[in-house]
């Protein structure tokens, strides 16, 4: 009996273990202009624990919540973490003096911690 309720309490922790992971926060923005358009360089940190619940993207918005550019992670970084990567060719338009960045993750959708980017 005692093996099989720890095999159930196991379940139990495996099953619950996605939902553990929290939400993916941005941690760093490096912004580089290129011409008329925009490169960001973006740390996301998350605990990706597989294949069901990992940060799958993250977007720079304008001011007003419109969406500029998105960065699909097509891959868990569950050994790298925090990782960052690019988005480039992002057209700001020149009413906007900052862009906001935010991340995604496979459970939670947005929510975590977004970082604002003064534009000059």
């Not at 196991?10 to 619950?16: D, F, S």
């Not at 990992?54 to 918005?61: C, G, H, R, T």
């Not at 419109?66 to 868990?76: D, F, K, Q, S, Y």
Request: hydrophobic share 45%; proline share 4%.
């Amino acid at each position: 009996m005692k093996i099989f309720v720890g095999f159930v309490v196991g379940l139990l922790i495996l099953g619950l273990r996605p939902v553990m992971a929290g939400e993916a926060d941005i941690v760093a923005v490096g912004s580089f202009q290129e011409g008329g358009v925009w490169r960001f360089e973006v740390t996301v940190s998350h605990a990706d624990t597989g294949w069901q619940h990992y940060a799958n993207s993250f977007e720079v918005l304008a001011p007003d919540g419109t969406v500029l550019g998105t960065r699909i992670l097509t891959h868990p970084h569950v050994n790298e973490q925090p990782f960052t990567r690019s988005l480039g060719g992002v057209v700001i338009p020149v009413e906007f003096s900052f862009i906001m960045v935010r991340g995604h993750d496979l459970v939670h959708g947005f929510g975590g911690k977004e970082i604002r980017v003064d534009i000059q």
